[in-house]
């Protein structure tokens, strides 16, 4: 019932994802949500998330940020990261991930999404057939919209973590 919801991995955050793992296995782009996955909601890019585009660029990853708000949000930062962007992305739908991957050169089997969100991020990346890491949210800040979702996103969770054994983060569907 709430498996297209679930997440292939679930991790602490988006900079404890292994990349170069990825990358060395065959995956050559990154599809990334920006608010509370990167940083906080409005926040500009800080360091870590500048030096982890760096890394993506020096290893020959391709990135695109894929996110539903704004483009001036997302515009500005992108250009902080130097990535591609698509802003009112309308996830859930495939239409933008599919047009991420366009924009990478990737494919769905040569392709990752990171995001903090069950209901747009996630299902989204895996109604386009994309591997999707779910992220914790880094602030407990969040517009009215998002915190309203996270209620329902816990039972999700629950059962998602009941599925597998308990276990609260680490990968899912190759287990």
Same mark, same amino acid.
């Given at each position: ?51 982890? #585009? ?6 020959? =990853? /391709?990135?695109?940020?894929? !996110? ?5 949000? *997302? ?17 859930? #739908? ?6 991420? =991957? /366009?924009?990478?050169?990737? !494919? ?5 999404? *990171? ?7 996630i299902l989204g990346a895996n109604r386009a057939g994309i591997v999707s890491y779910l992220t914790m949210p880094i602030d407990p800040? /969040? ?9 329902p996103e816990k039972a999700v969770l629950y059962f998602y973590r009941k599925k597998r054994g308990g276990e609260s983060l680490g ?5």
């Amino acid at each position: 019932m709430f498996e297209p919801f679930y997440p292939d991995y679930y991790v602490s955050s988006a900079y404890a994802i292994d990349y170069r793992k990825l990358y060395d296995s065959g995956v050559r782009g990154v599809i990334f949500d920006v608010d509370n996955t990167l940083v906080p909601h409005d926040a500009p890019a800080d360091n870590r998330a500048k030096r982890l #585009f760096q890394e993506f660029h020096t290893m020959g =990853m /391709e990135t695109c940020l894929l !996110s539903n708000n704004r483009e001036p949000r *997302v515009a500005g930062f992108a250009a902080e990261v130097g990535t591609k962007y698509i802003y009112k992305g309308n996830k859930p #739908f495939v239409k933008g991930y599919v047009r991420a =991957m /366009e924009l990478m050169g990737t !494919s769905p089997d040569t392709t990752v999404f *990171v995001g903090d969100q069950l209901f747009t991020d996630i299902l989204g990346a895996n109604r386009a057939g994309i591997v999707s890491y779910l992220t914790m949210p880094i602030d407990p800040k /969040e517009e009215i919209q998002i915190v309203l979702k996270r209620w329902p996103e816990k039972a999700v969770l629950y059962f998602y973590r009941k599925k597998r054994g308990g276990e609260s983060l680490g990968k899912n569907r190759d287990s």
